[in-house]
């Protein structure tokens, strides 16, 4: 089984959200207020894509149906969030996802009039 793209859904943000901060505090090399700087964006930009799903591209990346990484683009090419989890370097899990969520951004785009 391989690494699947989907669109991220409310019942996924407790694990998205728990991949962001296994994230930010194993991966990133900041002080601790930078980290919860970081972490209250990161809920912050999650919350929101979960209400407005058809303001944003919202993918997931799961293998054997474990969420590992997570891309969020607001209004079609804004980058807010790119995240996979440390445990997969080197996978194409971001690439995956970048590409996915360039595609939807894509469609959105000459879907609008």
Do not use: Q, Y
């Not at 991966?27 to 601790?32: D, I, K």
């Amino acid at each position: 089984m391989g690494i699947g793209i989907r669109n991220a859904t409310s019942a996924d943000l407790r694990e998205v959200l728990a991949l962001i901060r296994n994230v930010l505090t194993t991966s990133v090399e900041a002080n601790a207020v930078s980290i919860r700087s970081f972490l209250d964006n990161a809920d912050k930009n999650e919350i929101w894509a979960v209400a407005h799903p058809c303001k944003c591209v919202h993918l997931v990346a799961t293998l054997k149906g474990v969420v590992v990484g997570v891309v969020l683009t607001k209004e079609s090419w804004n980058l807010c969030t790119l995240f996979v989890h440390p445990s997969m370097p080197g996978r194409g899990v971001g690439n995956l996802l970048l590409g996915r969520a360039v595609e939807a951004a894509r469609k959105a785009n000459s879907s609008r009039p």
